[in-house]
């Protein structure tokens, strides 16, 4: 019972988007397991990856992708190995934290899906220029995830971090981890490379367009009666909240990349959590 009660004081916590895609990743994972062995003790273990392969990964070749078009959405939640699966989940747990800190758990669900979706369109772009005679899959969080992490990184790049016990900025963690996994041996999982680069180009487009206004941001999110309120107040006034709330973000965010979020007091991170939509 303590452990469903933990599940749901996170479920309605800071990290609740990163919990989320923790739980439906792991659930994907252990069914599809299931499942393929499940097929495999009839005989046939090929049969049960091949059809998991088919209806939830997204297929290289057109004619095999738009009869099953909604993969490009599914891909980014499968993963067949334990080593796949375990080192996608550990950078979501600990990067979607600090990005759920600093800019929300709301928009996290947006980077996380629009960020895997690009990785998806940049991969069958990168699979159809080289033109292979082998259908090709793809699975697993890692554009997403990586869309994340450059997210984060690109909104405030001199957040300090601590892995291993080693003080360093997001941002060159983020070009370290996209170094290595994306750039190095390029004939290896072209795929999923091509993927990566797609979730870090809108996790960069995504964290250039939040330091500049929000443009980008602002796409999917509905508008409120708080812009008919504005039009209440004088121009001169309207600029002036503006400013003032958006200088003491900054103040706070600043506050965060020197001694980190659990350096906040409780008002400062109240205050953070109540205007995420304003910045």
């Given at each position: ?121 940049v991969y069958f ?21 990586m869309a994340i992490v ?130």
């Amino acid at each position: 019972m303590s452990f469903t009660r933990d599940i749901q004081t996170q479920l309605k916590g800071t990290y609740r988007s990163v919990v989320i895609f923790l739980l439906i990743n792991v659930a994907v994972f252990l069914t599809c397991n299931v499942l393929i062995h499940l097929v495999a003790i009839g005989g046939d273990s090929e049969t049960g990856v091949g059809i998991l392969f088919q209806w939830l990964c997204m297929q290289s070749k057109l004619d095999g992708f738009l009869p099953h078009f909604w993969t490009i959405g599914t891909y980014m939640f499968v993963h067949i190995s334990l080593w796949h699966i375990l080192s996608n989940m550990l950078w979501l747990w600990f990067l979607g934290r600090i990005f759920c800190e600093v800019l929300g758990s709301k928009r996290m669900v947006n980077v996380y899906l629009l960020g895997g979706i690009t990785g998806g369109i940049v991969y069958f772009i990168t699979e159809t220029i080289i033109n292979s005679p082998v259908t090709g899959y793809l699975l697993g969080a890692s554009g997403a995830v990586m869309a994340i992490v450059v997210a984060v990184a690109t909104y405030t790049p001199d957040y300090r971090i601590f892995p291993f016990g080693i003080p360093m900025k997001l941002k060159w963690l983020a070009l370290i981890s996209f170094a290595l996994t994306t750039l190095l041996n390029l004939s290896e999982n072209t795929g999923g490379k091509a993927a990566h680069l797609g979730g870090a180009l809108f996790g960069l487009a995504y964290g250039y367009s939040m330091r500049k206004g929000n443009p980008l941001a602002n796409i999917f999110k509905r508008k409120t009666k708080l812009r008919v309120a504005h039009k209440r107040v004088s121009d001169t006034e309207f600029v002036v909240q503006k400013t003032s709330v958006r200088k003491r973000i900054d103040e706070i965010l600043d506050k965060i990349s020197k001694s980190g979020y659990d350096s906040l007091t409780k008002d400062e991170k109240e205050f953070l959590q109540k205007n995420h939509d304003k910045f």
